[in-house]
């Protein structure tokens, strides 16, 4: 009976033990199965989105950049295909630099190429491909293809490259393009077209190369490879080509861009030309150059450190960044002014006594008996000094302001450029907002005679001036200037105009104008014209207005020596338009410390147009030397916004001197 009990109760546990065994085995399937329910039914989507990711790779592919070419077709930028030899640290054995040494045993890898790749790693990611030599031979190539099973994670890349074929020739036009940096990377994450850039590793960094990135860069296109487990391509799935960028043609001569730069020689300035009714810019010089192609890659520390700390500022694009004093290339504008405003009519004359007193302060001309009888025509055509002091103190400065403004003086010209700056187009309202004391801030009379000169406050860059020189021309109808004049479609080639109509019109008086194109024609045309000798037989009539400006102030009486140290000579400048009639081409220079503007400025100017009207190119004769010229000195006390301590500009708080141009 004992023994029956017993086997009863261990039946009973053995029962008990099987359930709660059952019963853990049935909720542990069940759990497998709820398991098996969410991935196979919720998450299923997700799931095989990944695995098809394990298997598709997606290979970006990277458009053909556009073409940039000049107005005839020259091409100046340019691609063309290479080998590179990339590492990717990520996935090489043993120590980097060993490896190097491996590869620099078969391929041609310079210390310059080690540091330049060191410094591309640390800006990339560990795990990218990033290049230690770039246009391998064929020699080079085939040597490491042999040893290639060597090299875990080195590989030879068949990639494009920019290539400027010109060097030097309108680099600040052109500008350049250069590897993606972080900085760059977080511009394109905030674009809106940041996925256009995947794969992408050059983009534009100065020039036209930057301000038309999108239109030059193209559409990526991207390929769909079917990947094995050990990570290599079995096939290709999908293909979606990449479309080329767009074509930029500009309306840049580029013969006329060549002659211009070969003429400067060794100076520093800048010219800027413009057909006056399309704003087509002809030419646009900045000199100093810089050869682009040193930035493709990545430019070594010792050009950058040549480049960077030349005191010549080859870098700085002066036609746009550049601020200088018009000297009296703004005598035209101050008689337009003073005919447009009634203060002056073309037949008022006076008998110039050489000087002008303004207070205690003595104005003085360059012909210490004066010019005799000057007339409007005559202030122009010899360069009267004493005519513009009187003008501008009659003006007044903001009448003066008011005038120049719409011509694009201190005002932003919109050219497709970035990085224009503004300049200084001065008055009494911005005397006040820019000084802080109300004793700085207020305006006195005596600082108005100096800019009827085209001195004291005035700063304008080369382009602006080159602007209103055009619109001046263009008998007051404003076209905006531009370096593209065209884009064409890197797939259908089709063609849009950039700027096709006028921008405003300036409402000037024609019998105005006439008077005062006519003076500018007796500059070049007249014997007693300031620019006559450089014009002399030139083979067609062009009107012009020379100008030469200080680059220091000078001290209450100090003299002005013109064999002292040449980087503190007056800056030479030179305006004109031609033909006279029907102006073709106008053209703005600055030559810095050039010296007289006929003398250093008109002679560049002069073969300019002899090409540009003529085709004739220059010979080895340099062109006729300007007349006899003397500087003047002129007390005003007149200073400088920080603005104008730009390339060539006066420094703030000294005293302006007038000049014979």
């Not at 070594?300 to 030349?310: A, F, K, V, Y």
Request: proline content about 5%.
């Amino acid at each position: 009976m004992t023994e029956f009990k017993n086997t009863e109760r261990e039946l009973h546990f053995f029962h008990l033990r099987l359930s709660v065994v059952g019963g853990f085995v049935f909720v542990c399937f069940g759990l497998l199965l709820a398991r098996f329910i969410w991935l196979q039914v919720y998450k299923h989507s997700d799931y095989a989105a990944q695995a098809e990711d394990n298997r598709i790779s997606i290979v970006p592919l990277v458009p053909n950049r556009g073409l940039i070419v000049d107005r005839n077709g020259v091409v100046l930028a340019r691609n063309f295909s290479a080998y590179t030899l990339e590492i990717t640290p990520s996935k090489i054995d043993g120590d980097l630099d060993a490896v190097i040494d491996s590869l620099a045993e078969l391929v041609d890898i310079q210390s310059k190429d080690r540091k330049h790749f060191k410094k591309l790693l640390e800006e990339s990611k560990n795990f990218e491909s990033t290049p230690i030599r770039t246009r391998l031979s064929d020699a080079e190539v085939a040597r490491f293809t042999a040893q290639r099973y060597r090299f875990r994670g080195v590989e030879i890349q068949a990639r494009l490259f920019r290539q400027y074929p010109l060097g030097a020739v309108a680099s600040h036009v052109i500008g350049y393009i250069g590897r993606v940096s972080q900085k760059d990377a977080e511009k394109i994450d905030a674009m809106d077209d940041s996925a256009n850039y995947s794969g992408t590793e050059y983009i534009g960094k100065e020039g036209l190369e930057k301000s038309y990135e999108k239109e030059l860069h193209g559409t990526t296109g991207n390929e769909e490879v079917e990947i094995s487990a050990g990570g290599r391509a079995v096939r290709t799935l999908s293909r979606s080509s990449a479309s080329p960028g767009n074509n930029l043609i500009l309306s840049i001569d580029i013969e006329l861009q060549k002659i211009v730069e070969e003429a400067f020689g060794d100076r520093r300035g800048a010219l800027v030309a413009i057909e006056p009714a399309t704003g087509d810019v002809l030419a646009y010089v900045s000199k100093p150059t810089y050869d682009p192609n040193l930035f493709v890659e990545g430019i070594d520390q010792q050009s950058w450190d040549d480049l960077n700390n030349s005191p010549d500022k080859p870098l700085v694009n002066r036609p746009l960044s550049g601020t200088y004093p018009p000297g009296s290339t703004y005598k035209p504008f101050m008689a337009l002014a003073a005919l447009q405003l009634g203060v002056r009519t073309p037949s008022w004359s006076f008998n110039d006594p050489g000087h002008f007193v303004f207070g205690n302060h003595v104005f003085r001309d360059d012909i210490p008996q004066g010019h005799g009888v000057v007339d409007m025509h005559n202030s122009i055509v010899k360069s009267c000094d004493i005519y513009y002091f009187m003008l501008a103190n009659d003006l007044g400065v903001d009448a003066i302001h008011d005038f120049m403004k719409p011509f694009g003086f201190g005002e932003l010209t919109g050219i497709d450029l970035e990085n224009e700056r503004v300049g200084l187009l001065p008055s009494t309202a911005w005397k006040r907002g820019y000084y802080k004391t109300r004793e700085q801030q207020k305006w006195y009379a005596g600082e108005t005679i100096s800019l009827g000169i085209g001195q004291g406050y005035n700063a304008f860059t080369p382009l602006q001036l080159a602007k209103a020189v055009a619109t001046l021309a263009n008998n007051g109808v404003v076209m905006k200037p531009h370096l593209v004049k065209t884009i064409e479609s890197g797939v259908t080639l089709a063609r849009t105009l950039v700027v096709q109509k006028e921008s405003n019109r300036i409402s000037l008086k024609q019998e105005n104008i006439d008077v005062v194109k006519q003076a500018m024609v007796g500059v070049t045309s007249e014997p007693s014209g300031t620019a006559f000798r450089v014009f002399k037989d030139a083979g067609y009539v062009s009107a012009g207005k020379t100008g030469t400006a200080q680059v220091v102030g000078m001290k209450k009486n100090e003299k002005y020596n013109r064999n002292g140290d040449e980087r503190l000579r007056d800056n030479a400048l030179f305006t004109a338009f031609a033909p006279a009639d029907h102006p073709r081409i106008a053209i703005a220079i600055v030559v810095e410390n050039g010296g007289f503007g006929a003398a250093a400025a008109a002679p560049i100017v002069r073969k300019a147009l002899d090409y540009y009207l003529l085709g004739k190119r220059p010979d080895s004769k340099d062109m006729p030397p300007a007349g006899k010229d003397d500087f003047i000195d002129i007390e005003s006390a007149a200073a400088l916004k920080a603005e104008a301590e730009s390339v060539g500009g006066p420094k703030p708080g000294m005293e302006t001197r007038g000049s014979k141009d």
